[in-house]
């Protein structure tokens, strides 16, 4: 799996600490599969909330849950757990989502907004 480099983020902390805010946005390039997009946020994470903003997907995932797994809300309202279709993971001070286009958090052409808790 590579990590895909071609998108344009703005990371921000917030106040207090142990919570950062971010705006993605992915070029017209093709985004593949397998590749995922990692964001330093500067900490381990114990929740995350990633949402395509353009597509309304939000997918979640809270500590305890396994790697590469999340929560995922479609803009109908449905909620479905992602354990085969990839999703979210954490590590010491970052987190990556899977590019999986079932899963539907990372596309091309796409704003991105996420939500990171220490």
């Known amino acids: 799996m590579a990590e895909n480099i071609v998108y344009t983020a703005s990371i921000t902390s917030a ?3 142990n919570q950062s805010v971010g705006n993605v946005v992915y070029d017209a390039t093709t985004i593949v599969a397998a590749d995922s997009s990692t964001f330093d946020v500067g900490f381990k994470p ?9 597509d309304r997907v939000s997918i979640e995932w809270y500590e305890g849950m396994a790697a590469n797994t999340c929560i995922k809300t479609v803009a109908a309202g449905t909620r479905t757990l992602e354990t085969t279709n990839g999703g979210i993971t954490v590590g010491e001070r970052d987190f990556s989502v ?7 958090a990372v596309k091309a052409s796409k704003v991105v907004a996420f939500l990171a808790i220490g």
């Open 15 to 17: 106040t207090p600490p």
């Open 46 to 54: 114990r929740y995350v909330k990633l949402e395509n903003v353009t």
């Open 98 to 104: 899977l590019q999986n286009a079932t899963l539907g």
